[in-house]
């Protein structure tokens, strides 16, 4: 059975609501642990893939390439799109893993003036051992939660996901610049 203890957002809340009462702290706990979590994963996963001599960037790269199925290609501006980053960006980014022998570039061939990023033999022996072990992360991470849980929360983050992805969960407009 699971803890009940407090967690650092617990202790955040109450200081917030301590020092400052009137703020509107509802959606404060869910967008801080959604945070927190985010932290001690990305420092997880950092290590398990720092083995792999990967970034999280380069996996997430190498991987959205070796999902896609065979031939393991795609544009740099569908990476770009899929991973939410900009050109300047992937094109640094494939860079790197061209020159690590990770990735290639290649004309399309139907249009040899569109260049495909393509997943190398190298590069795909790399993603699928890391992909390995960070399966093996991601079941450790959810251990705590029961398979009924972990459904449940899965489909609580896809519907805030969509709403983000929907534009419907949009960010206030920003304010005019002072004179």
Same mark, same amino acid.
């Given at each position: 059975?699971?803890?009940?203890?407090?967690?650092?957002?617990?202790?955040?809340?109450?200081?917030?609501?301590?020092?400052?009462?009137?703020?509107?702290?509802?959606?404060?706990?869910?967008?801080?642990?959604?945070?927190?979590?985010?932290?001690?994963?990305?420092?997880?996963?950092?290590?398990?893939?720092?083995?792999?001599?990967?970034?999280?960037?380069?996996?997430?790269?190498?991987?959205? +390439?070796?999902?896609?199925? =065979?031939?393991? !290609?795609?544009?740099?501006?569908? &990476?770009? @799109?899929? #991973? $939410?980053?900009?050109?300047?960006?992937?094109?640094?980014?494939?860079?790197?893993?061209?020159?690590?022998?990770?990735?290639?570039?290649?004309?399309?061939?139907?249009?040899?003036?569109?260049?495909?990023?393509?997943?190398?033999?190298?590069?795909?022996?790399?993603?699928?051992?890391?992909?390995?072990?960070?399966?093996?992360?991601?079941?450790?991470? +959810?251990?705590?939660?029961? =398979?009924?849980? !972990?459904?449940?929360?899965?489909? &609580?983050? @896809?519907? #805030? $996901?969509?709403?983000?992805?929907?534009?419907?969960?949009?960010?206030?407009?920003?304010?005019?610049?002072?004179?």
């Amino acid at each position: 059975m699971a803890r009940m203890d407090h967690d650092s957002v617990d202790e955040a809340m109450a200081q917030w609501a301590h020092e400052w009462p009137a703020l509107d702290r509802s959606a404060m706990a869910v967008v801080n642990r959604i945070g927190r979590i985010d932290d001690h994963l990305d420092r997880r996963f950092k290590a398990t893939l720092s083995a792999h001599d990967l970034s999280y960037y380069a996996f997430k790269l190498l991987s959205t +390439l070796r999902r896609g199925g =065979p031939p393991y !290609r795609m544009t740099p501006t569908e &990476l770009s @799109r899929r #991973l $939410l980053v900009t050109g300047g960006t992937m094109t640094n980014q494939v860079d790197q893993l061209e020159a690590a022998g990770l990735v290639a570039r290649r004309p399309e061939r139907e249009d040899r003036r569109v260049v495909m990023v393509e997943l190398t033999e190298a590069g795909r022996a790399r993603i699928d051992a890391a992909m390995i072990d960070h399966a093996v992360d991601e079941r450790t991470v +959810l251990e705590p939660l029961a =398979p009924e849980e !972990r459904d449940r929360l899965a489909q &609580l983050l @896809r519907k #805030l $996901l969509l709403s983000l992805e929907d534009g419907v969960a949009r960010p206030p407009e920003e304010p005019p610049p002072s004179s």
